[in-house]
């Protein structure tokens, strides 16, 4: 069978892989119908992501069916449509142990340490698979972008009297945002790209879409009664960003990293020392949230009607998706089309 393969950055082949074995006690076979385009997919095709190894089979952010189960699978069953929670970590480690399987010291993630989506048909452990009765395979493959900002809004633990800043209007921002609007908290975007302001403003309902320049303190203290955020959260994975972002946040705020950067992020030590600030990493998600934002698009609590701006058919990805990486071409989130 046909998979879609980066042999290094910047280089895509088709290639022949054998297909699936039959699955094993624990496992599903599953075929793969929608695979999203997110910032670490981007990433990785730059070069760019440090936890990506090469050559890889890309694809996290999955829409699939169960075709089979082996023993003593009892979550799911054959034609059960589920998203998949790609963070394959070892039940026995310490961090999972300890309620933290995404962040497992022998994690693997689909479609960055080992083979991912952009195959027909491939085995997961069954654990991994989130079932929905109601949803699209398009949707079932925005619940891992939409769980990424679901975890960094938990890490956050956002008060009612909060103001919450998100740096970068992606896909990984615009999930942030999604889960900052379900709380009381006041909330900012930032970015440098007017077209994705915009279209905060225009299509999310955000009031306070700041654009990124020399004046960006005195124009978020305008927004936030004359203090700066208490709780900013940046989402870009851009290492300047991040070093910048130590200087925008309030007196006794939180700064929240959930984006990604392989470069140096540095700051002068008085910039953060002054207000006490607080340093939060947020990597991956929670199983329990991937069943959270189901059963929230089930409900229509979450809209993902505005998300999908650009879809392409599997063999077209090596000839398109270069045009993914620019800002100019208006990617929100993109899907790649592998099964009917």
């Known amino acids: 069978m046909k998979a879609l393969q980066l042999e290094r950055p910047k280089a895509w082949k088709q290639i022949d892989i054998a297909p699936p074995e039959k699955p094993g006690p624990g496992e599903a076979l599953v075929r793969v119908h929608r695979v999203g385009v997110c910032g670490t997919d981007i990433s990785g095709y730059l070069g760019k992501m440090p936890f990506f190894s090469y050559p890889r089979i890309p694809g996290h ?21 589920c998203s998949v929670e790609p963070y394959i970590n070892d039940p026995n480690s310490y961090a999972s142990r300890k309620g933290k399987p995404n962040c497992c010291e022998k994690l693997q993630v689909l479609g960055v340490h080992t083979d991912g989506g952009l195959r027909p048909y491939f085995i997961v452990p069954a654990r991994k698979l989130h079932k929905a009765t109601k949803l699209s395979y398009e ?5 891992e972008t939409l769980a990424i900002g679901c975890h960094a809004v938990a890490r956050s633990d956002i008060q009612e009297s909060d103001s919450v800043l998100i740096i970068g209007a992606g896909p990984i921002g615009l999930a942030t945002l999604e889960f900052v609007k379900l709380t009381p908290a006041k909330l900012l975007m930032l970015d440098v790209n007017d077209q994705r302001l915009d279209f905060c403003r225009r299509v999310m309902g955000v009031e306070h879409a700041v654009k990124f320049g020399d004046t960006v303190e005195k ?36 700064l929240v990293f959930v984006g990604i950067t392989s470069d140096e992020v540095k700051f002068k030590h008085p910039t953060f020392h002054r207000p006490e600030g607080t340093l939060l990493c947020s990597r991956n998600a929670l199983p329990q949230d991937f069943d959270n934002i189901i059963g929230l698009i089930e409900s229509e609590k979450i809209n993902t009607g505005p ?3 650009h879809r392409t058919p599997f063999e077209a990805v090596p000839e398109v998706f270069p045009s993914y990486t620019l800002p100019e071409t208006g990617v929100i989130k993109a899907v790649i089309e592998v099964g009917a």
Do not use: Y
């Open 61 to 81: 952010e999955l829409g699939v069916e169960v075709i089979e189960v082996g023993p003593g699978v009892a979550n799911v069953r054959a034609g059960d449509q």
């Open 307 to 309: 998300w999908i701006t």
């Open 219 to 254: 124009d978020l203290r305008d927004r936030t009664d004359g203090h700066l955020p208490d709780i900013v959260i940046d989402a870009t994975g851009n290492n300047a960003s991040m070093s910048n972002a130590f200087s925008l946040v309030a007196h006794g705020g939180k």
């Open 139 to 143: 949707q079932l493959a925005l619940v």
